[in-house]
């Protein structure tokens, strides 16, 4: 007798692995959907009707579009994050203007290298789309102006801004902060 038994020797019946096909399935569904002719013998649909097949290749095409879409989700949400934080820089950067504004309108930054300094401030940020709302003589729109004042106005036909207390600045759509406004109203 030999230290292990035979299990054929004692009648148990012996537990063949079930076979499998040269490959793993999935590869396999890949080149059918991109058309690669696979060979009968090593395919996974061997010996099954062509609906399972059918439905292999549907199931395959429906991951294939989820997976699509789920990229594009993610670049959506990546560029969406980025303007965000786009957006919370100028959003931070919102008083120091309004600081080099006050200097401006005040004389301080006529010349100089603190002028040039604020020029270029103004210009950076401007390339990452931030715009000044300080127009006046325009129909006043509640969406970008907040009317700190009403006035009776005597060449106005609609409610017209007639004068900028605060400079609002916006980022392409996107208004961070209305502009301060008189408004002109009809009499």
């Given at each position: 007798?030999?230290?292990?038994p ?11 692995p079930?076979?499998t ?9 890949k080149?059918?959907l991109n058309g690669v ?21 549907n ?28 957006i919370g ?8 203007l ?11 930054l ?32 509640p ?5 700190l004042i009403?006035?009776?106005g005597?060449?106005v ?18 208004i ?9 109203v009809?009499?």
């Open positions: 007798m030999t230290d292990s035979n299990p054929e020797e004692e009648g148990e019946p012996v537990v063949e079930a076979e096909p040269d490959g793993d399935a999935l590869s396999q569904a080149d059918i002719e696979v060979p009968a013998e090593e395919s996974v649909a061997q010996g099954s009707d062509a609906d399972t097949a059918a439905e292999l290749k199931d395959l095409l429906r991951l294939q579009a989820e997976y699509v879409n789920y990229r594009k989700r993610v670049e959506r949400d990546r560029a969406v994050a980025g303007q965000m934080a786009v820089v100028l959003n931070s950067l919102l008083p120091a309004d600081d080099i504004e006050a200097a401006r309108t005040h004389g301080d006529v010349d100089g290298p603190f002028a040039a300094i604020a020029s270029k401030i103004e210009a950076a940020l401007g390339t990452y789309g931030l715009e000044r709302i300080d127009a006046t003589d325009v129909a006043f729109d969406t970008i102006h907040e009317a009403q006035q009776p005597t060449d036909e609609v409610d017209t801004v007639s004068q900028v207390l605060r400079v609002g600045y916006k980022s392409g759509e996107r961070l902060r209305a502009a301060q406004v008189i408004v002109a009809p009499e």
